[in-house]
């Protein structure tokens, strides 16, 4: 949390009267000795424009990553609803662990994950080896 703060250069006691609590809460926070509830917790979220998940270190992804709806659409997100406004490193998806992967019913293990992205990564070195443009 300090980082986001700091990021947003914003000072402990700043945060702290947005908040509606003690500077010594919101050092606290950043501290680990304390949590902010969850109501707090989701008002940071949005404050500093990430996901709850992010201020949980659940994922390393600012943002929540669009979830299709059942007939395939995408639901929209805070940042529109254009696929090309969605740009992922693949490779990073694959390597968070805290990312619950799925093949089927199959769950991706770390080691598949890590094969996964190694066959990913000869195959486009192939291509590119055949097609230099």
């Excluded at 250069?9 to 809460?25: C, D, G, N």
């Excluded at 059942?70 to 990073?92: A, H, I, M, N, V």
Aim: charged content about 25%.
């Amino acid at each position: 949390m300090k980082d986001l703060r700091s990021s947003n250069k914003m000072t402990q006691e700043e945060l702290a009267k947005i908040m509606l609590v003690t500077k010594q809460a919101i050092s606290s926070w950043e501290r680990n000795v304390a949590n902010p509830d969850h109501k707090q917790l989701c008002f940071l979220a949005d404050l500093f424009k990430v996901s709850v998940d992010y201020m949980l270190l659940r994922t390393i992804f600012r943002e929540s990553l669009p979830m299709p709806n059942l007939d395939g659409s995408k639901t929209p997100s805070f940042r529109g609803e254009s696929d090309e406004e969605f740009s992922y490193d693949l490779q990073r998806i694959l390597l968070t662990p805290s990312t619950q992967l799925h093949l089927g019913d199959y769950s991706l293990s770390i080691k598949d994950r890590q094969m996964l992205a190694e066959i990913i990564n000869k195959i486009f070195e192939r291509f590119h080896e055949l097609n230099p443009n």
